[in-house]
């Protein structure tokens, strides 16, 4: 059975036409699709035989393919295509949601997030190969037959690590979330790589915030799964080396600089309290000033809401009340 596999994975339909040595001369999309959904396995989130096209797989998706190519490559990656188009290798099957059997079986191609999710519930696995993804072993020889089959010797270090990262990140965000659930408090974090420690909190936080930026609420997915939203520190890093989710907060890039600008904080009761500097900013976008005395758009979880020790130093060492 594992044989079998290995030569579908081995033979995925790809387009030969454009594209380099770095992946062998084929398009990377279904190679790169597989290895994150293969790290979904590894994290223990695949419990029934159903592939979700879920912003966590998107995020694994875009880690891999910027190894592949950098973003100043100006080559960007879209889930959604290989996600759809994998339905032709044979062990990819697409479980249309009712009403949409026809479109999903029909010839026709669907290259936006969105619209997927709209028309069906996810990807479903051929038994055998679900079966096989569920040990370690089987897992680690197909990643093998990918990473070897599709990527150049340089890209395959490259992707090794990310696979290294990606599940260290995974297993210290769950970490920081459990400790905060349980009102744990953090000290300082102990040794873990910065790209583990960075992908972590962020994936922790964005989680925790669904995505939504906690003072304006934009929340945007685009169609090939990117998020409006970075994870900040409210005590930096170099300042308060906590990972702790509850000094944390989701923001989209915006009112990410206006908060570490000190043009925006937070009073005790959450409350956002706005700049009179911002009152001076000419061409200021008008929306910051109207969410003076609104609410933060916290967690839906209360334990993980931020720490008012955390709100009380970014108003008094960051905040302009000038
Ligand atoms: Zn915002």
Redesign the pocket.
Known sequence: MKEHYNRLFRNLNSDKRSWDERTNFRAPHKPLLLLAVLDRFDEGQVTTNLIELSPDLGELFTLYWSRVFPPQTGKRGNIAMPFWHLQNDKFWHLLPRPGFEALVASSVKIHSVTRINEVCFGAKLDDELYALLQTENGRSELRHTLITTYFSEQVQEALLAQTAVNVAAFVYSEELLQQARQQQKRVKEANVAEPVRDQAFRRAIVRAYDHR??????RILTADGHT??AAAHIIPWSVSHNDDPRNGLA??????WTFDEGLVTFSDRYQVKTSPQLVNIPNLPGHLLTFAGRGLIGPTEETLWPFVDSIRWHRQEVFRTR
């Open positions: 930026c906690a003072i304006c609420g934009v409006a939203v923001l989209c890039h915006l009112c990410h």
